[in-house]
């Protein structure tokens, strides 16, 4: 069975910094273009970074390009996703998700046909 579980989630002050995880079961993560993707009370979900399979391309959304850095770890089949500089606007339920093949932008939601459960971030004093 194929499962991607996040961790990492959290209360954290604005300004602080988190890191999510995302670990894969029955699959090999290196195969797979990896997107992280976030949901705010009350808007969609929106694509906040990614990183391609095979060129490993990463992409950011406006909103996070300079604050949030995605990678993998091979050894550990996880992709993580660094996140500096919180605001309370970054407040969300982050979910990881894959795609083995797919066309376009990787931050679209389109392609990914695997998703994890999510986990909440809150940026808050």
């Known amino acids: 069975q194929l499962q991607l579980v996040e961790s990492g989630g959290g209360l954290v002050q604005p300004g602080g910094s988190l890191r999510l995880s995302c670990a894969a079961s029955g699959f090999t993560l290196d195969y797979y273009t990896i997107g992280w993707f976030r949901q705010a009370p009350g808007k969609e979900r929106e694509g906040v970074s990614c990183?391609?399979?095979?060129?490993?391309?990463?992409d950011y959304a406006d909103s996070v390009k300079g604050r949030f850095t995605i990678s993998r770890d091979n050894a550990k089949n996880t992709v993580s996703l660094q996140m500096n500089g919180l605001s309370p606007e970054d407040t969300a339920v982050y979910y990881c998700a894959a795609y083995r093949y797919g066309m376009g932008s990787c931050l679209g939601q389109s392609a990914y046909n695997y998703w994890g459960q999510g986990t909440q971030v809150t940026v808050s004093s």
């Open positions: 990183i391609s399979r095979f060129t490993d391309r990463t």
